[in-house]
């Protein structure tokens, strides 16, 4: 018999994310993970207060996403994103609800051999074909596109070493802005090629 999907992507039970300190513990090996993608793919990032708000701004548009996706209760969900509720509102009533699911979301990750955890914010699943699609969420005031290749990668190989069964059609960045929702596409095994030759210089630093 066919598995469902969503059975085939649950979460690792051995994870724990700390969002304070935005740190992963393995609960399997019993210690902090040492980075994460972010930390990865963007090792001097410079935080400011503009990107304090930001930030603070994804983290409830991104859990009023989960409750949505795991509910379908739109007003707990505006009550999750607070005022960032007309945002919310364009996503949920993107066009591409009309053919896509989401079959899982926050799946948090570990590879186990490089020490390197992320969150996955959501797989899509096609109505019709079943295929899968990796959706990364974006938040901005004004939409402006950005190359989002190697943090996307990341995923998409965290995915690979986790659920080595899961074939993707695509990638897909989903910028919500307060006026409208645009996307854009990625291939996923050009985004793991880079991610892993961004990865492996990475670590040559540490290692020093």
């Given at each position: 018999?066919?598995?469902?999907?969503?059975?085939?992507?649950s979460?690792d039970q051995?994870?724990?994310f700390?969002?304070?300190?935005?740190?992963?513990?393995d609960?399997?090996?019993?210690?902090?993970v040492?980075?994460?993608v972010?930390?990865?793919?963007?090792?001097?990032?410079f935080?400011?207060k503009?990107?304090e708000k930001a930030?603070?701004?994804g983290?409830?548009?991104?859990?009023?996403?989960?409750?949505?996706?795991e509910?379908?209760?739109?007003?707990l969900a505006f009550?999750?994103?607070?005022?960032?509720?007309?945002?919310?509102?364009n996503?949920?009533?993107?066009r591409?609800w009309?053919?896509?699911?989401?079959v899982?979301?926050?799946?948090?990750?570990i590879?186990?051999?490089?020490?390197i955890a992320?969150?996955?914010?959501?797989?899509?699943?096609?109505k019709d074909?079943g295929?899968?699609?990796l959706a990364?969420?974006k938040?901005?005031d004004?939409?402006k596109?950005?190359n989002?290749?190697l943090?996307?990668?990341g995923?998409?190989?965290?995915?690979?070493?986790?659920f080595?069964?899961i074939?993707?059609f695509?990638?897909r960045?989903?910028?919500?802005?307060?006026?409208?929702i645009k996307?854009?596409e990625y291939?996923?095994?050009?985004?793991?090629y880079?991610?892993?030759i961004c990865?492996t210089?990475?670590l040559?630093t540490?290692?020093?």
């Amino acid at each position: 018999m066919t598995r469902n999907i969503k059975d085939i992507l649950s979460k690792d039970q051995f994870v724990k994310f700390y969002p304070d300190e935005h740190r992963y513990y393995d609960l399997k090996n019993n210690r902090y993970v040492a980075r994460s993608v972010s930390e990865v793919v963007k090792p001097n990032a410079f935080v400011n207060k503009n990107m304090e708000k930001a930030a603070e701004r994804g983290t409830n548009i991104h859990e009023a996403i989960q409750i949505w996706s795991e509910t379908k209760d739109t007003n707990l969900a505006f009550s999750y994103a607070k005022e960032y509720t007309k945002w919310l509102k364009n996503l949920f009533n993107y066009r591409m609800w009309n053919t896509w699911n989401i079959v899982a979301s926050e799946l948090r990750m570990i590879d186990r051999v490089n020490d390197i955890a992320g969150t996955l914010d959501a797989v899509l699943q096609h109505k019709d074909t079943g295929l899968l699609c990796l959706a990364d969420f974006k938040t901005q005031d004004k939409f402006k596109k950005k190359n989002h290749r190697l943090q996307i990668g990341g995923y998409v190989s965290l995915l690979d070493q986790n659920f080595n069964n899961i074939d993707l059609f695509t990638c897909r960045v989903i910028y919500i802005t307060p006026y409208e929702i645009k996307t854009e596409e990625y291939s996923p095994k050009e985004c793991m090629y880079d991610y892993e030759i961004c990865r492996t210089e990475f670590l040559k630093t540490i290692t020093k």
